[in-house]
């Protein structure tokens, strides 16, 4: 990124090169931002999908990369757009319907989604809805928060539970209202196992 001393209009850059994403999964967009009027670190950043905001970073420092977590919820063609002060990039991505059930619903009891989280101290201090987790002989250096890249060369992120650790959610699933049935849903990947019916 290059910059005029004398021009104080903000720069924007991101750095998603793979336009094409698949619902529901999160992708990790490099975000860096350079004003000359932004000595102080106090710029805002609006983050946009088709016109209508959806976060906000407040205090961003000049060539600081931020991280923005965005998942699409919709398929097809979505418009994104990153504004600093009078300047805005747009773009957009090709979103491919994942073809299983996994929209997200409101009403929900809690919910625990990777993509919701910044740092392992993040997922150990959760709380949604006041149900909190707790994780037992749990392996924070080779497992908790990860991320990888899918087959699109994405970023996802997502929870590393390791063999003999426990993530026990305090909330339990059939204690009211059992006879109008519940609706969970999770998705997980085993890796490396030894049994998979254990």
């Not at 418009?79 to 073809?99: A, K, P, W, Y």
């Not at 101290?121 to 994780?135: P, R």
């Not at 929870?159 to 049935?181: P, V, W, Y």
Request: proline share 2%; charged share 20%.
């Amino acid at each position: 990124m290059f910059a005029d001393a004398t021009n104080a209009t903000p720069l924007i850059s991101h750095g998603l090169f793979d336009r094409n994403l698949v619902q529901y999964n999160t992708a990790f967009i490099p975000v860096i931002i350079y004003s000359s009027d932004n000595i102080a670190g106090d710029a805002t950043v609006v983050l946009r999908e088709e016109g209508i905001e959806i976060d906000k970073w407040e205090n961003v420092a000049n060539s600081v990369e931020k991280i923005w977590s965005y998942t699409p919820l919709v398929a097809g063609t979505r418009l994104l757009t990153i504004q600093c002060g009078t300047s805005e990039v747009s773009f957009t991505v090709e979103v491919e319907e994942l073809g299983i059930g996994v929209e997200e619903v409101g009403n929900y009891a809690y919910r625990f989604k990777a993509s919701d989280f910044a740092s392992n101290a993040a997922v150990q201090n959760w709380n949604s809805n006041g149900v909190t987790a707790t994780f037992n002989n749990f392996d924070w250096i080779n497992g908790g928060l990860k991320s990888d890249e899918d087959e699109s060369g994405n970023n996802r992120q997502y929870i590393c539970i390791k063999a003999g650790s426990q993530m026990i959610i305090d909330h339990e699933l059939f204690t009211r209202n059992a006879k109008i049935g519940k609706n969970l849903k999770i998705i997980f990947q085993a890796a490396n196992c030894r049994d998979y019916d254990a």
